[in-house]
């Protein structure tokens, strides 16, 4: 069971006391600087170079896929310069 008391006199306020001495310029917060950190993922990379890509030319694709078929597309000529790029980005990539 609870006991309640009766009604007590008020209490006159009291004033409070020094603590200590604390140095003033420890006592006022530091103000922090904020700072925003933005990161994009390999995949939003990859997104954003997808998009530079330029269009397929579906024409010259058709056309390169119709050479193939008839056996036309591989000449001499183009074999070297395939080979003549493939040996400068190999040897000029290093």
Request: proline share 5%; no cysteine.
């Amino acid at each position: 069971m609870m006991n309640v008391s009766g009604i007590q006199p008020a209490v006159p306020p009291k004033a409070v006391g020094s603590v200590g001495s604390i140095d003033a310029v420890a006592s006022k917060p530091q103000a922090q600087k904020a700072t925003d950190v933005v990161e994009i993922s390999a995949v939003a990379k990859l997104a954003a170079k997808v998009q530079e890509l330029p269009a397929v030319r579906t024409d010259l694709v058709e056309r390169v896929k119709a050479e193939i078929v008839a056996g036309t597309y591989e000449t001499s000529e183009r074999l070297e310069i395939t080979i003549d790029r493939l040996m400068e980005e190999l040897f000029l990539g290093l």
